[in-house]
């Protein structure tokens, strides 16, 4: 069984959105880089991103990465905001009692984009 | 092969997802992940059957108004598609009643054909001219009233609302869109709780869902926040006070953001005396229509507030 089957799906997904968002969007650290978004349009991307993370279907290249933090870039995002972010997905993670293996596993795919959404 | 049409073209669509037929015909349809997951590509059907694949993660409203996924939608049938708030029809109408509601909102009652098909809390665009046209949203609701009802808010210099208050008739003929938007009531949970905040004109589609939800039997509470800058700007006080006397479910809190504190207001704005009395907004549903800056800072509050993104709607203009 893959990752993503093993985390719930898209159930899961579901259940980690709106988790995820809200720390996001309360932490100080990177909630600026957030104002002026679309909320429908960026829980959305929130959950394509959790998708991912969780080894779950999706077409994003690294090119699309990159196409979409550029923005961010410039105005600043770097390894520090990128770890808030991953502090985030993990105490999602823990709090909806997803196994600790699972969360490394979905860390790591994360982790693995680090390059592409800081544009280096 | 099921035909698609779109922007008045007409496609073979074969096997291919709506977005790529489109995209091979170098016609651009906003989209990003192409896995039916950031929703970037929303589109609406206008005619035709949806494939349920296509609706699969929409919020229940936007399946309900029948809008989909391009990159997830590979028609089964004839589908006549647009963009969301693209309008597609365009009909006629006849103003029956003319009312002023304060200085400056007038309510309008409309006359649309037979045809005319609505969900309570959608929009129609009133079409001055071929060119010309402003969203109003509905303040009727279509299982109560034979009539469209709509509150148009004077716009200092607007071409529009100038015109409808200026030199609309009783008897007039005006031309209309079809209904759209998503900011509804969709029937299925009676006893969840219910947050209506607005300013200005979007007291209409406040009133539309609360309406719309008792006659379906919702029985949990419903709250209405209507707020204004001041005392006068607010409409129909008396009306929404008396429909919140019938129905034990229902409060009504007109709040006033200037000047003095007034006996029968609240004071402040909407959203913040709304989240004061409803500090935590864990499993309630939120509408928030009306000025557009105030929906986007409501939404951030009521969703950090504990709502979920999924159960709040909003109806900015």
């Known amino acids: 069984m893959g990752l993503y089957q093993e985390i719930g799906g898209e159930p899961a997904v579901n259940a980690a959105v709106d988790l995820f968002y809200r720390k996001v969007l309360k932490d100080d650290r990177i909630k600026r880089f957030f104002d002026g978004v679309d909320m429908d349009k960026q829980a959305a991307k929130q959950k394509a991103f959790l998708t991912m993370a969780f080894g779950g279907p999706h077409n994003y290249t690294g090119k699309d990465m990159r196409k979409a933090h550029e923005p961010l870039v410039k105005k600043g995002l770097n390894d520090s905001h990128f770890d808030a972010v991953m502090e985030h997905l993990g105490a999602t993670l823990t709090e909806l009692k997803v196994p600790a293996p699972l969360i490394a596993q979905a860390a790591a795919i994360a982790e693995s984009t680090r390059n592409d959404v800081l544009c280096r | ?317």
């Open chain 2, 1 to 317: 092969m099921p035909k698609i049409v779109y922007g008045g073209r007409s496609f073979e669509s074969g096997t291919a997802s709506v977005l790529d037929t489109l995209t091979s015909h170098e016609i651009s349809i906003p989209s990003s992940c192409r896995s039916g997951l950031c929703q970037a590509c929303l589109m609406r059907a206008v005619k035709g059957r949806v494939p349920a694949r296509a609706q699969l993660g929409l919020k229940p409203t936007l399946v309900s108004t029948h809008h989909f996924l391009a990159c997830s939608c590979i028609p089964e049938e004839y589908m006549q598609i647009a963009l969301p708030d693209d309008a597609m029809h365009t009909l006629f109408a006849t103003v029956t009643r003319l009312e002023r509601l304060n200085r400056n909102v007038l309510g309008i009652w409309l006359r649309p054909p037979e045809s005319f098909d609505y969900v309570a809390g959608q929009f129609i665009r009133v079409y001055k001219d071929e060119t010309t046209s402003r969203p109003y949203s509905l303040a009727s609701v279509p299982s109560l009233d034979d009539e469209l009802e709509l509150h148009v808010r004077k716009v200092p210099g607007g071409q529009v609302s100038g015109w409808l208050f200026d030199e609309l008739r009783a008897g007039d003929t005006v031309k209309i869109s079809e209904a759209m938007g998503n900011c509804i009531y969709v029937p299925g949970q009676p006893e969840q709780s219910l947050l209506l905040i607005g300013t200005g004109s979007g007291l209409a589609p406040l009133i539309c869902i609360a309406r719309e939800a008792l006659s379906k039997g919702h029985s949990g509470p419903i709250g209405i926040y209507h707020g204004s800058r001041n005392r006068g700007e607010l409409y129909l006080v008396e009306q929404m006070r008396a429909m919140a006397k019938k129905h034990s479910n229902l409060i009504y809190v007109p709040c006033v953001s200037e000047g003095d504190a007034l006996p029968d207001c609240a004071s402040g704005m909407a959203p913040d005396v709304a989240l004061a009395e409803h500090p935590d907004l864990s499993h309630w549903k939120v509408f928030l229509c009306g000025n557009a800056d105030m929906v986007k800072s409501a939404k951030q509050k009521a969703f950090l507030a504990g709502a979920s993104m999924r159960d709040i709607h909003a109806d900015p203009f």
